[in-house]
């Protein structure tokens, strides 16, 4: 999965609770992504970041946050857990330290059900 | 509105027969699209990408077409086997390429039978 792990890999939590989602790459890539994948809707965006702490929206980013302090790590924050948004999320990562590149490497994906 | 289709959400095809899966887009002028693979329980892996340029781009047994015109891409797998089997993915960058930002459509899963 070129480099890229995410964690956890699955998570059950309940419906209000704070939820944090870690993606980490060893490949020095500037651009990464949040995406969640649901049934009928395909892959959808959440959020991506361009560089460290620079961060933009993506299609579908109510009640999500990110952050990232560091090249290698870009979190994904649900901030008040909804069963709407129980998901299948997945990270990618593309680009070198220039532009976004062209293809995007995704990551094994997490889990979540909100309960 | 914008949006990506990919008209059939199952193909079922006979092993050694070239599978066609077809991409088409509205209100988007991409400088490329792309197409990737998921398997169950794994996140999407990149194959191919074809810019607006080009007409047609070959990948061992893979190939993709690309028609701006007609808005369309075809994305063809020949002497297909069962290990094939899986989702197939296009993706456009609405944006040109400047951010990287990939909108997909739903996939076509693709069934071989041996």
């Known amino acids: 999965d070129a480099g890229i792990t995410q964690s956890p890999r699955h998570k059950v939590t309940e419906t209000g609770t704070p939820v944090t989602l870690r993606c980490h790459q060893t490949e020095n890539h500037r651009y990464m992504y949040w995406y969640r994948q649901d049934p009928g809707h395909g892959l959808r965006l959440i959020h991506y970041?361009?560089?460290?702490?620079?961060?933009d929206k993506g299609e579908v980013s109510d009640g999500y946050s990110v952050s990232r302090s560091k090249t290698e790590d870009f979190l994904l924050t649900l901030e008040s857990a909804t069963s709407s948004q129980t998901s299948v999320y997945f990270c990618?990562?593309?680009?070198?330290?220039?532009?976004?590149?062209?293809?995007?490497?995704f990551g094994p994906g997490t889990r979540l059900t909100v309960l | 509105s914008q949006k990506i289709e990919q008209n059939s959400e199952a193909l079922n095809i006979q092993e050694g027969k070239t599978a066609t899966l077809t991409c088409n887009y509205t209100n988007y002028s991409p400088a490329y699209l792309q197409w990737y693979r998921q398997d169950p329980g794994r996140g999407p892996v990149f194959l191919l990408l074809?810019?607006?340029?080009?007409k047609e781009k070959r990948k061992e047994r893979l190939k993709v077409t690309f028609d701006t015109t007609l808005k369309q891409s075809l994305f063809h797998i020949t002497a297909s086997q069962p290990a094939d089997s899986a989702t197939y993915l296009c993706a456009l960058d609405p944006y040109g390429g400047s951010q990287g930002n990939l909108i997909f459509g739903k996939g076509t899963k693709l069934s071989v039978k041996p």
């Open positions: 990618a990562i593309s680009g070198t330290s220039g532009g976004p590149g062209n293809e995007q490497f």
């Open positions: 074809i810019r607006e340029n080009e």
């Open positions: 970041s361009y560089g460290v702490k620079d961060t």
